[in-house]
Structure formats: C-alpha cells, structure tokens
C-alpha cells in the first residue's frame, strides 16, 4: 500500500485550487501539537454522521477559507445594511 498517495479534497480558496488533507491521520498530523487534543476530543466523540463535517472544517482550518469566509459575512451584512436603510429612506 505504500504506492498510494495520500487522500485530499479539493477545494478553491481566493479563486485558487487548494489541495487539502482529507484523513483523520493527515489532518492530525497537520495541525500544531496544542490543537491535536482539540482534534481529537472532536472526531472521538462526533456522531458518524457528522464526521465528514468535522475533519472537513479541521482540514479547512490550515487554511486561509477562514478569512475568505469571514470577508464574505462582512460584505453581505454590509450589503444587508445599505438595503435595509434604503427600504427604510423610502418608507
């Protein structure tokens, strides 16, 4: 089995194709010493369900997804915002 590379997912990050670890071993072994427990607790006791979600969003955190997603909430409030005054300036 040494022949068979390791399992990522795919994903674009600033409109850039990101490869990203996609096993519980790739995505311990990624993160900082300190977060490791943090990992841990989480994937032991998430329902099987739920799993994929968890390493995913573990996976997505060695990335900048983070603050892309955060810049994107912001502009959207914002817009959120200019609208509602703009219902409200025509009431």
Known sequence: MSGIAPATWTTHIDGELVEIPATIDTVRTAL???Q???FDA???????????LVLA???L????AG????AVIARLREMT????HQVGASL
């Not at 603050?67 to 955060?70: G, H, L, V």
């Open 61 to 64: 955190s060695l990335t900048s």
């Open 36 to 38: 490791r427990v943090v």
């Open 32 to 34: 900082l010493k300190e």
């Open 67 to 70: 603050e892309e997603d955060d």
């Open 81 to 84: 915002a200019r609208q509602q």
């Open 57 to 59: 969003s573990w996976a």
């Open 42 to 52: 989480e994937v032991g006791s998430a329902p099987a369900d739920q799993l994929p």
